[in-house]
């Protein structure tokens, strides 16, 4: 059972960054999509971004290109977000989560592992 850790959330007024981090401890890490999702309270879940398990591919939701950055360090077993430019929009619970295909998917369906969420709240 793979076990997925994330941290770094708080409040941040608009303008400004932050970085989540998540961990996945496992001898197969590397092998393994990962993503980002969020959820607003009132709204469905969102993709974000994901990430090829050597790091060279990614992919953003238009919403955030641009403002966001996905990067993993294999060694460490952990998937990071840098966020800049933060608006009050990206407030939400985010959740990293892990795909065993080898597909860059949007699709929440498609991932098979879920970190327990942090929450990211931007002020204006």
């Known amino acids: 059972q793979v076990q997925l850790v994330e941290s770094g959330g708080g409040s941040v007024q608009a303008g400004g960054p932050l970085r989540l981090s998540c961990a996945a401890p496992?001898?197969?890490?590397?092998?393994?999509?990962m993503a980002w999702f969020r959820q607003a309270s009132v709204n469905e879940g969102e993709f974000v971004a994901s990430?090829?398990?050597?790091?060279?591919?990614?992919n953003y939701a238009d919403s955030v290109k641009g403002r966001f950055t996905i990067s993993r360090d294999n060694a460490k077993d952990t998937v990071y977000l840098q966020m800049n430019s933060l608006k009050p929009e990206d407030t939400a619970v985010y959740y990293c989560?892990?795909?065993?295909?080898?597909?860059?998917?949007?699709?929440?369906?498609?991932?098979?592992?879920w970190g327990q969420g942090t929450q990211v709240t931007v002020s204006s």
């Open positions: 989560a892990m795909s065993q295909m080898g597909v860059l998917s949007t699709r929440a369906s498609l991932y098979d592992y």
């Open positions: 496992g001898p197969t890490f590397s092998r393994y999509v």
């Open positions: 990430i090829s398990g050597s790091g060279v591919t990614t």
